[in-house]
């Protein structure tokens, strides 16, 4: 079994930043790929950022330049810096993790709300 928790959402002004946290706990033999998704409300959930089963990285059009997405393979951890923050990023940012094609894990996710 996979656990992935997310930590760092909450409240942050219109133009701040944030970092996002995921650790992934058990049974992790092999990563063929890691994502950031985020979910709006009334809306489909969407790539944020990840890491390809390559260990290429890709951002969603929206982040491009203002995201950076990091891994730490030792501690199975993943991070999502997101900078100059507004409204269309306030979503919940779910974890996931591919151990192999198709196996897929996800965390329950963490609120980011952007005040204007």
């Known amino acids: 079994q996979v656990q992935l928790v997310e930590s760092g959402g909450g409240l942050i002004q219109t133009g701040g930043s944030l970092r996002l946290s995921c650790a992934a706990s058990g049974s992790i033999f092999s990563i063929y790929a890691m994502d950031w998704y985020r979910q709006a409300p009334g809306k489909q959930r969407e790539l944020v950022a990840g890491f390809d089963s390559d260990g290429r990285i890709k951002y969603e059009d929206s982040v491009k330049g203002r995201a950076t997405i990091s891994r730490d393979n030792i501690e199975n951890t993943m991070y999502l810096q997101l900078n100059n923050l507004n409204a269309e990023d306030t979503a919940v940012y779910y974890c996931?993790?591919?151990?192999?094609?198709?196996?897929?894990?996800w965390g329950k996710g963490t609120m980011v709300t952007v005040l204007s």
């Open positions: 996931h993790l591919e151990l192999l094609p198709g196996m897929n894990y």
